[in-house]
């Protein structure tokens, strides 16, 4: 099975504040995504970055894939309130020795839960 | 915005009860997938399938059921829930290539 670790799993932090959520496997992916969940919703895609080194910006979110496609960073600038959630990454790859076609499976990290506080 | 429907929200049922939880998406996605999370926790998958008449076992195992008749519908049947499948139950879909993962609002299921 491939793990996804993120990093940190909690921060809690004050409006305003830069962090950074990071996002490591051993595993190299086609591709990997960034999800947003909210409490009682379901993950909502925030990106999806597939070459290495590729650098996507959402606003005040970059998004980084590493040059090996193994890790991935979230960074956000000046939070706010309203960027309280869980922050999720996930991973697709091709099932090994699988003959069907597109049989990626995609494998989340367990999770950054992010609280901005006024 | 997704069209990706589950249903019920919220159900809460007594031990033994068969129940089954709806998921139906509008976008004609051939993968789909079941995710069970408990609250503010990491999703572990449990049920995948590729397209009609094809489902697969995810990483967590699960004592649920699935089914995948037409491509649009992909329900996740318990024969006898117990307390220990309290969770949130999430149903996703996505493109065949990409991955991309789009997700219903999700069912929390208590087994009292």
């Known amino acids: 099975t491939q793990l996804l670790e993120q990093s940190p799993q909690f921060l809690s932090i004050q409006e305003g504040e830069n962090l950074t959520v990071y996002c490591n496997s051993s595993?190299?992916?086609?591709?990997l995504q960034w999800y947003r969940q909210e409490p009682g919703e379901g993950p909502v895609l925030l990106v999806t970055?597939?070459?290495?080194?590729e650098v996507k910006k959402l606003k005040r979110l970059t998004f980084q894939f590493g040059d090996a496609r193994k890790d991935s960073s979230l960074h956000i600038t000046a939070a706010q309130p309203g960027d309280t959630g869980l922050y999720l990454c996930?991973?697709?790859?091709?099932?090994?020795?699988?003959?069907?076609?597109?049989?990626?499976?995609?494998?989340f990290g367990k999770g950054m839960k992010l609280t901005v506080n006024p | 915005e997704a069209d990706i429907y589950q249903t019920p929200r919220y159900l809460v049922i007594g031990t033994g009860k068969k129940i089954t939880l709806e998921c139906s998406q509008t976008?004609?996605?051939?993968?789909m997938y079941w995710y069970q999370q408990d609250p503010g926790m990491e999703l572990h998958l449990i049920h995948y399938?590729?397209?009609?008449?094809?489902?697969e076992k995810g990483d967590l195992s699960s004592e649920s059921t699935v089914s995948r008749i037409r491509t649009e519908h992909f329900p996740l049947t318990l024969e006898s829930a117990r307390p220990s499948h309290t969770s949130q139950y999430l149903c996703?879909?996505?493109?065949?290539?990409?991955?991309?993962?789009?997700f219903g609002q999700g069912t929390r299921l208590t087994v009292v």
């Open positions: 996703a879909s996505s493109v065949i290539r990409g991955g991309e993962a789009f």
């Open positions: 595993s190299v992916f086609s591709s």
């Open positions: 970055v597939v070459t290495g080194g």
């Open positions: 996930a991973g697709a790859s091709e099932q090994r020795g699988s003959t069907v076609r597109g049989s990626e499976k995609l494998v």
């Open positions: 976008m004609g996605h051939d993968k």
């Open positions: 399938s590729y397209g009609v008449n094809s489902t």
